[in-house]
């Protein structure tokens, strides 16, 4: 057995929702097992809170839609550029830690799992910020960079394909079966709940219109506030 949580677009209460669910777990490192899981996954989500409609947001997703939106795929525009980067490069070459970084080489890298490769290769540090296209970013609200990373490649995947909003509205909530929260912390499952939320009331456009204005509407509504001392590489 395992736990996972599911991620629920709340514009009534709060932002984003979150149910841990229990659920049976199919190990080994092959797709169709992760995919298993994720059926597992829903159908206890189904079955416990009464979602029928749940997408799971990872390259093993079983939805295409789901595939598309991973981090390892979805890219974001450099600010002032028509440069694209992966989303996933663009998050983990922004970090800044005590004694190294930022790793801007790594928006040319077009490979998630060479990003995380070279992340995991570099000595144990204490993450103190980002710095990205000129903006520095705090730790607090403690997944803010990542989520306005993003949201904004899902807005502008939005509008290229206007299909994209109204799919995501379709789900009731969304999934990740590689995040464990005991390990992690940014989940593409939440930011992705975050982007219907934000929808939903109206205001994602003037969310992203800077940094500044995102931080504001994260904290006003109370996510992430909580500083989270002691994060790692």
Known sequence: MAKRPVFLPAPESGLVGER???FEWFPG???????????????????DFGMNRLLEVSTKSLDHLGVRLSAFNL???????ERLILMEAAFQGSKVFSGQGPFPHLYEVSSGREVRRFMKDLPPDQLIGFRYANDDW???PK???YDWLYLTGVRQLAAEDDSIDESLGAY????????NPKKSINCQARSCALYVSLSVRGILHDALSDPGAFVEVLSSNGYGVEPDQGQLL
């Open 138 to 140: 705090e730790l607090t």
């Open 143 to 145: 997944t803010a960079f």
């Open 172 to 179: 009731e909530a969304f999934t990740d079966i590689e995040f």
């Open 75 to 81: 890219s974001v525009s450099l600010p002032g550029t």
């Open 20 to 22: 841990l669910v229990d």
């Open 29 to 47: 490192f092959a797709a169709v097992q992760k995919q298993r899981s994720i059926e597992s996954l829903h159908a206890a989500a189904s079955t």
